[in-house]
């Protein structure tokens, strides 16, 4: 097929214009072409005039013919990147292969052990998604918090309750990216996800696509355990030979892929003092902002913001402080949603459903935070450093908030009051909350460089630095604070562990930590062979 791009079109056109755009460029008549697959669709907003931009494949006669002839650099013969993969492993695995997390590094770990025959067992300390979307529902509502199933642990991992964002900066030159878009359009995300600029999913049909992927694993012979947590990990000559789950059952194994998460703290723990080999990593902590969502839109887009989809933006600033702040899984028309899950500790994320069609806009606002912080703050530098500065902020968080979301106006945390009520802005919050001062829940360091990089993103999105913008903390879950070293064919200090994903430290977010899912995969598949022909 021959690939165009770079063909624009106003934003009010037809698929009709479509065509006809992309057989002038061919110089050709719209009955020529046989067949039309849209590869990318961008927004350009730069001027006045909006346009959609788009990157199409075209099937004609005589394709290298025409793009000889035709001599633009914007139409080329399409090269396809398809991801494949063939095991090669020789050894003989003595038990079913174990992953321990049904995040989407796991989901997709899972799913290709099972596609060629390895039959994993999947462990998930939290619930199926459908249970847990009520279990987490129920806490919003001002139920009991759940430690075990909640907006960090479950099917789905964290993702599920977030906005669905599938944009990766990784690249993919053996088309792993678009693997994983496939299966998830294959599972019922949207087929526009296969071609946008941002793709994303929502929330809301996010869970369906989760629970799809679970039942194909299901019907290639694996295995999912529900409310099953890794409590032990047995091992022998620096190997692994097994796990207890639940404090109380043991299974077999000779290869476990943790792919547990950011938030699994306690895990972390048994990691540490099994003598894995753990470092510490920067992360970031800061708020969640909201303002109108036409605020945003009309800012990005101009006069004809109600015509396009819900503008997104992304902002990054070094503040005087020499401290990075920068703007993080922004969510279009969402929510703001308590994410804890500790008892006694508060944190927050931003979610929407596919049509981010809620009345606000909300992003993260976050400031990147080191080692050396951690020291700062008296804490012993050891691997788990990290996960000991996130409790302290988000138990100042859960103590300023009276247990709830502590939330504050922009113009209050300027000038470090409390706010006693809201202006024209009300807050679009999934839990309860409590007006507070979000000053008491960050370093001082943190709340200067928020102050100085939304006087800087004013700049850039009049009314971003509004007064009655309203903020909502603590945003603590950003990545994971902690490293689990690998070496080269992705196995742990203790032999048969494959840390994997965003928890162990090499993805961030959704699509990232799918692709690492089936590295690890491969790894396993490299070495071992299929169980079903040994």
Known sequence: MLQISQLKLKIDHTEKDLYKLAAKTLKISEQD????????????????DIYYVYQVEVMVADEEKKAARLKTPNITIAKKNAYHFKPSGENRMSARPVIAGFGPAGLFCGLLLARFGYRPVIIERGEAVENRVRTVESFWNGGKLNTQSNVQFGEGGAGTFSDGKL???????????????????????PEEILYLNKPHIGTDKLRDVVKAIREEILSLGGEVRFNTCLTNILTEGGKVTG???????????????????????????????KGMKLTPKAFAIGV???????????????????????????????????????SFCMCPGGFVVNASSEEGHTAVNGMSNHGRNERNANSALIVTVKPEDFQASGIENYPLAG????????????EAGKGLIPVQLYGDFKRNKASTGFGEITPNLKGGYNLSNL????????????????????????????????????????????????????????????????GAGYAGGITSAAV???????????????????
């Open 33 to 48: 072409i046989k067949k039309l697959v849209i590869t990318k669709k961008s927004i350009d907003a730069r001027k006045e």
């Open 167 to 189: 944009n990766t900066l990784i690249k993919d030159a053996f088309g792993r990216n678009h693997f994983v878009l496939q299966v998830l359009a294959e599972h019922g995300a």
């Open 243 to 273: 796990i207890e789950v639940n404090h109380r059952e043991v299974l077999a194994c000779e290869v476990l892929v943790l792919a547990l998460g950011h938030s699994a703290r306690d895990t972390f723990q048994l990691l540490y003092d």
């Open 288 to 326: 969640r902002m909201e303002h109108p969502q036409e605020l945003i839109s009309r800012n990005q887009y101009g006069s004809r913001f109600d015509k396009l989809p819900p503008a997104d933006y992304k902002l990054t600033h070094n503040a005087v402080n020499n401290r990075g702040i920068y």
């Open 387 to 398: 996960v000991e500065f996130q409790r302290i902020w988000e138990a100042k968080a859960y």
């Open 439 to 502: 000053r008491d829940c960050l370093p001082d360091y943190v709340s200067a460089a928020l102050i100085d990089g939304i006087g800087a993103f004013e700049k850039k999105i009049a009314g971003f630095s509004g007064e009655e913008a309203v903020l909502s903390g603590v945003e603590t879950r950003t990545s994971s604070p902690l490293r689990m070293e690998r070496d080269e064919f992705f196995e742990s200090s203790i032999g048969g562990i494959y840390p994997c994903g965003e």
């Open 516 to 534: 690492d899912g089936l590295k690890v995969f491969e790894a396993i598949a490299s070495k071992f062979k299929n169980p079903m022909f040994t």
